[in-house]
């Protein structure tokens, strides 16, 4: 089975530009979550999917990050304008529903550098 | 306060040592507990959920003290490939919803 993937694994662009991370998830995943870590910090929640509705968007730190996962299947996160503060890992993870424990599963995380 | 702490670390110890990790957390109302190990640059990966009456796994054994909401995590007979960051997390509701994370603590384990 295909674990969790996301594209592209490294990406470094200028301050003020726009980037797209995409994420795919294992295949029958409802559930899907973005999370980031910045250097020194510890992993921190962005978002969550269930299917194609957003169920805790809590962690977005402001209205430069849009995330979408339309269909339901795979998501993207786009960063527009990025600053430099945006720089760090994104991960995206999944876990089925009905999980009694959701037990989450990590893809290999987009390192973003911004300039 | 954090959410959730963990002994900062970093643990050096040789191959073949008992090392325990310990991880505390302040939501009471939290349900999932988990050990994720982390490799230098790559992602979390499941090590193993943490049940209330314990569990193990080989030379991990996990546990979780609820009234003092406190997790720890026993590697015994350490190995080389051992070395990694461990990272305590705890999800709020059972079957659904956001990890959080702690710092993580580093082992390096030494021939």
């Known amino acids: 089975e295909a674990g969790v993937t996301q594209f592209p694994s490294h990406s470094v662009i200028e301050k003020g530009q726009t980037v797209t991370l995409r994420c795919d998830p294992i295949?029958?995943?409802?559930?899907l979550y973005w999370y980031r870590r910045v250097m020194g910090k510890e992993i921190k929640f962005l978002l969550h999917?269930?299917?194609?509705?957003?169920?805790?968007e809590s962690g977005m730190p402001n209205n430069r990050f849009l995330a979408e996962r339309t269909g339901g299947t795979y998501s993207t996160l786009k960063v527009q304008p990025a600053e430099l503060e945006d720089s760090g890992v994104y991960f995206c993870?999944?876990?089925?529903?009905?999980?009694?424990?959701?037990?989450?599963?990590f893809g290999p995380g987009t390192r973003l550098t911004v300039l | 306060r954090k959410e959730v702490e963990q002994d900062p670390g970093p643990f050096n110890v040789p191959e073949g040592a008992t090392v325990a990790f310990n991880c505390t957390y302040s939501?009471?109302?939290?349900?999932?507990f988990f050990w994720y190990r982390q490799d230098c640059r790559k992602e979390p990966k499941l090590l193993m959920s943490?049940?209330?009456s314990g569990n193990e796994d080989g030379r991990f054994t996990a546990q979780l003290n609820r009234a003092s909401q406190y997790i720890s995590l026993l590697i015994r007979d350490s190995k080389l490939s051992d070395s990694a960051t461990y990272l305590c997390v705890v999800n709020p509701i059972t079957n659904a919803g956001k990890s959080t994370f702690g710092d993580g603590t580093t082992l390096t384990v030494k021939p």
């Open positions: 993870a999944s876990s089925p529903s009905g999980s009694l424990h959701n037990e989450q599963f």
């Open positions: 943490v049940y209330s």
């Open positions: 999917f269930v299917k194609e509705s957003k169920q805790d």
């Open positions: 295949s029958g995943h409802d559930n």
């Open positions: 939501n009471s109302a939290s349900q999932s």
